[in-house]
T-cell receptor, first 111, second 112 residues
Framework: SQTIHQWPATLVQPVGSPLSLECTVEGTSNPNLYWYRQAAGRGLQLLFYSVGIGQISSEVPQNLSASRPQDRQFILSSKKLLLSDSGFYLC??????????FGPGTRLLVL | GEDVEQSLFLSVREGDSSVINCTYTDSSSTYLYWYKQEPGAGLQLLTYIFSNMDMKQDQRLTVLLNKKDKHLSLRIADTQTGDSAIYFCAEKRGTGGFKTIFGAGTRLFVKA
């Protein structure tokens, strides 16, 4: 089965600072990869998904970007964080099966 | 539309059964999922059902699917305090598709 790693687990950043969140996947090859954001007490908002190296689809216009430099590595970035970027960021992977599996999440607080 | 809808809260007493309901809109859904999220953690896949099934049982969990009404439910028998969490319903549309559509989650409170 797949294992999804995310780091850091928690991050506190000032407004205007850059961001880099990393997600790596074990136990599968050529997965579809996803970044979701979950605001406090809310559901999941799909931010980006990737079907292969260098292939990124954006779901919502925003202050964030994503990259996939390797098959099982997915990075979420920002050049300048906004207060509204605070939230819980979840990486998910969908391998040969139809099911998405999730990482443990990164809690981001922008002050 | 793309909506998967769930009620936001459910409160039950320990030992009772919990039933969490979900409705979806797309008749082409192939897989329907229930995920559990404990505080501060990622989503854990609890169970799933393929769209040509009516029911799936796994220990204390029973999933019922009414495809005609596009209604999915999760029943937790003998609910325990450790079952307190947010439960997400999700649907996968078509085979080999990229997106899974998630509901907003139902927060289950279990009272001792």
């Amino acid at each position: 089965s797949q294992t999804i790693h995310q780091w850091p687990a928690t991050l506190v950043q000032p407004v205007g600072s850059p961001l880099s969140l990393e997600c790596t996947v074990e136990g599968t090859s050529n997965p579809n990869l996803y970044w979701y954001r979950q605001a406090a007490g809310r559901g999941l908002q799909l931010l980006f998904y990737s079907v292969g190296i260098g292939q990124i689809s954006s779901e919502v216009p925003q202050n964030l970007s994503a990259s996939r430099p390797q098959d099982r590595q997915f990075i979420l970035s920002s050049k300048k964080l906004l207060l509204s970027d605070s939230g819980f960021y979840l990486c998910a992977s969908q391998g040969m099966g139809e099911t998405q599996y999730f990482g443990p999440g990164t809690r981001l607080l922008v002050l | 539309g793309e909506d998967v809808e769930q009620s936001l809260f459910l409160s039950v007493r320990e030992g009772d059964s919990s039933v969490i309901n979900c409705t979806y809109t797309d008749s082409s859904s192939t897989y329907l999922y229930w995920y559990k999220q404990e505080p501060g953690a990622g989503l854990q896949l609890l169970t799933y059902i393929f769209s040509n099934m009516d029911m799936k049982q796994d220990q204390r969990l029973t999933v019922l699917l009414n495809k005609k009404d596009k209604h999915l439910s999760l029943r937790i028998a003998d609910t325990q305090t450790g079952d307190s969490a947010i439960y997400f319903c999700a649907e996968k549309r078509g085979t080999g598709g990229f997106k899974t559509i998630f509901g907003a989650g139902t927060r289950l409170f279990v009272k001792a």
